[in-house]
């Protein structure tokens, strides 16, 4: 079953800003809220958006109290995630979508909301958007900020990027995926399913190049590698190595594991979407055509 696209913004829609995971403060936050401003909409935070809980945005409960208020609010057509981090997979549980389900909204996040994202994708079958959070705006660029307002206003674009090429090829599947280690983390529940055909997504940072290749290897054991019919990678920034040198770089890493279990999807790297910038807005749950060849690859979003 396709999953279902939430309606487009429009100017004076409200978005809830909340934090599933780390804690946050008003200042980390502003560039946000006046960013939403500028594009004509109205913000309210969730009623425990600035608590703390050592490196929580509060307690569980509070957290999932919060993202239980977005969901269910009917006057909320958005919710933007304050930050990742950790902490959404403690509450994902606690949380009632019952009500999503019938008035589907836009969540937005990526990094640590990837359990969210996918959650969704997997329980709800309503798309999501992989794209930078409230505390990513203050250092996002340009290209990124009217990236992310066409993406919420305008509906789907085209993507096409200078690519890293391992397998060319022409796929048409539903997107999936996200952070890998919040993936990796997701392996054995309920929250991350990957069917067949799917089209997989990966990112990361601040991985240890080693522990790349045991994730990997996870998800291709798993079967999940198997199932899927092409990979694309995004950034993939901060990578550490021990002394002994794995030997190979993380996007050669990763390719290499994926063709292992997966011989003839295509593959590409270099995505602009993740931990950096400019950090394009993917939409997970959605149908696409990817196509890579030579040294481009490009994402048609097809509903």
């Known amino acids: 079953m396709p999953c279902v696209k939430p309606p487009m913004l429009s100017t004076g829609d409200l978005v809830a800003v909340v934090s599933t995971a780390r804690k946050i403060s008003q200042e980390e936050i502003k560039a946000a809220t006046e960013l939403l401003e500028s594009w004509g909409l109205r913000y309210a935070y969730g009623p425990n958006l600035f608590s703390s809980e050592g490196q929580f945005a509060g307690s569980d409960s509070q957290r999932a109290a919060d993202l239980q208020w977005a969901l269910d609010n009917p006057e909320v057509k958005a919710i933007l995630c304050a930050r990742g981090g950790y902490g959404t997979a403690r509450i994902i549980d606690a949380v009632d979508f019952s009500a999503f389900r019938m008035n589907p909204k836009w969540v937005v996040g990526f990094s640590d909301v990837t359990v969210l994202l996918n959650h969704i994708s997997a329980h709800c079958r309503v798309q999501s958007l992989h794209a930078p959070m409230a505390f990513n705006i203050q250092s996002a660029g340009e290209t990124t900020k009217a990236a ?50 799917d089209v997989l997504f990966l990112e990361d940072l601040d991985e240890y190049l080693y522990h790349l290749d045991r994730m990997m290897i996870t998800l291709g054991r798993s079967g999940k590698l198997t199932r899927s019919s092409a990979l694309i990678m995004g950034y993939l920034s ?39 910038d400019p950090n394009f807005p993917l939409y997970i749950g959605a149908d696409i055509l990817f196509l890579c060849a030579g040294d481009k690859a490009q994402i048609k979003w097809i509903n």
């Open 148 to 197: 992310l307002h066409r993406s919420l206003f305008g509906g789907y674009s085209e993507l096409v990027w200078d690519a890293r090429i391992y397998r060319e090829g022409t796929i048409t599947g539903t997107l999936s995926g996200g952070n890998l280690s919040i993936l990796y983390s997701l392996c054995g529940t309920s929250s991350w399913e990957v069917s067949k055909g």
């Open 238 to 276: 901060s990578m550490h190595d021990n002394k002994v040198a794995f030997g190979m770089p993380a996007e050669d890493i990763i390719a290499s594991v994926y063709t292992r279990f997966n011989p003839s999807a295509p593959v590409a790297a270099l995505c602009p979407s993740g931990h950096s």
